[in-house]
């Protein structure tokens, strides 16, 4: 055997390390305590001394380790070590900016997080007046850490809270919070807020950041107030009227301010309307969310036709072989046969008025009676008007004109009057 190779066979064997991350780095340490580079990019050889070897073992964004390996490490012809714990540096700006990782204060402007593996933290930045940052960190296996992470607090903030309770907080249409919420202020922007909740009004407000516009305030409430209830009706084609104005068909959001009352009416041809009044006040009854109204069907309807003789002044002309006081005997017949009651007769000039005919319904009362007027002489002409009115309160009166108007239909038993008028006066 040569010396070279006596030497080689002394010479110590070295133990082959596989490190993970393959960014990882292998130091070793010298008599005097300095380190020496023995391997990266993931692997190394080390010589094992009898006494044992102590090495370094780093890679950024991972805590690390200092470890020593012995003889017995050496015997297992390799060996593989892997860091696992994250370590990386977070900054803050600004630097007056409060930081937790679970819950637990930490060094403002800058500190070291450590995330074992299969742990996972949560990293909240917060500033009165700003949005705040939120950032979970899980270190899982396959997954790489940050080397430096950097948070600079910009977007502004307002702490906004909504009453009544169960109120819901929406940007751009999406929901954010439910009674209380933090709304983001990008510099130079303006983020509408809407407040919504069922059986209110909502209520929509704008915050803007910037020198052209007035301080943000750091917190804001807003208190919904103002009552609302979605009135469906059936059948679908039935006007809704709110205040005696028409304001939707089948269905509409009434609102109803704090303070006030609002008087709702459903009509629909064919059907008995219905009347609802909601109170926003002090002591009133609760206002619903929503309410279906269902109409019933109206007696009065189907005991009437639409006419387009119903309050207009037909003129008849009276045939040459009628005398005046012929036709008038006529009209008189033709008249009195429907009305017992004759308000106003005069015969030299040719006018007649009926009392109203009154006929009660469960939900209306209709009036009518009939005008008679001279129109002309020669030729001899008399102009007659039905008159046909309803009023939409069962208990109104025949004296309470206020609360009729007029109808464009006429009952049944009247539909033949001003027929039978020009049939006879000819």
């Known amino acids: 055997m040569t010396m070279l190779a006596a030497l080689s066979a002394c010479a110590p064997k070295p133990l082959l390390l596989t490190v993970t991350p393959s960014t ?11 380190s020496t580079l023995l391997g990266q990019g993931g692997s190394a050889s080390v010589i094992v001394k009898d ?41 803050i700006d600004p630097f007056d900016a409060d930081s937790r990782v679970d819950g637990v204060v930490q060094p403002r402007r800058s500190f070291v997080l450590e995330v074992e593996r299969d742990k996972a933290r949560t990293l909240e930045i917060t500033k009165p007046g700003y949005r705040r940052i939120v950032k979970r960190y899980e ?3 396959g997954t790489q850490p940050p080397t430096i992470e950097r948070f600079q607090l910009t977007d502004r903030a307002v702490l906004l809270t909504v009453a009544p309770a169960g109120t819901t907080i929406e940007v751009a249409g999406k929901p954010i919070g439910e009674n209380a919420a933090e709304i983001a202020v990008p510099p130079g922007q303006c983020t509408a807020v809407r407040a919504v909740r069922p059986g209110f009004m909502p209520v929509e407000k704008q915050y803007c950041e910037g020198p052209a516009f007035a301080a943000l305030p750091l917190t804001d409430k807003i208190e919904l107030r103002d ?90 002309e009276v045939g040459d072989k009628r005398t005046a006081d012929d036709a008038w005997k006529t009209i008189s017949q033709i008249i009195t046969n429907s009305f017992d009651v004759l308000e106003v007769t005069d015969k030299e000039t040719g006018y007649l008025r ?54 464009d239909r006429i009952l049944l038993q009247y539909k033949d009057l001003i027929n039978e008028a020009q049939t006879r006066l000819r």
């Open 24 to 34: 990882a780095k292998v130091y070793g340490y010298t008599p005097r305590g300095d």
């Open 51 to 91: 006494q044992g070897t102590r090495v370094l073992i780093t890679a950024e964004g991972y805590r690390p380790v200092s470890r020593v390996f012995t003889k017995a490490d050496v015997q297992s012809g390799g060996l593989k070590f892997a860091l696992t714990t994250w370590r990386f540096p977070i900054n």
């Open 354 to 407: 009926t009392g109203w005919n009154v006929r009660r319904f469960s939900d209306k009362v209709i009036r009518t009676r009939v005008i008679v007027k001279l129109a002309d002489s020669n030729p001899l002409k008399y102009t007659i008007k039905l008159a046909s009115e309803k009023a939409d309160e069962g208990r109104a009166t025949v004296k309470d004109d206020e609360l009729f108007r007029e109808w």
């Open 139 to 141: 270190n899982l296996e």
């Open 227 to 316: 009552r609302m209830v979605a009135v469906s009706a059936e059948p679908a084609t039935a006007d809704i009227f709110v205040g005696g104005r028409k304001v939707g068909t089948g269905q509409f959001n009434v609102a109803i301010r704090t303070g006030s009352c609002a008087e709702v009416r459903i009509e629909a041809p064919a059907f008995s309307a219905q009347r609802r009044e909601y109170c926003n006040q002090d002591n009133a009854q609760p206002i619903p969310f929503d309410e279906m109204v269902k109409l019933g069907r109206d007696e009065a309807w189907d005991l009437s036709m639409a006419s387009d003789q119903a309050n207009v002044n037909f003129t008849i």
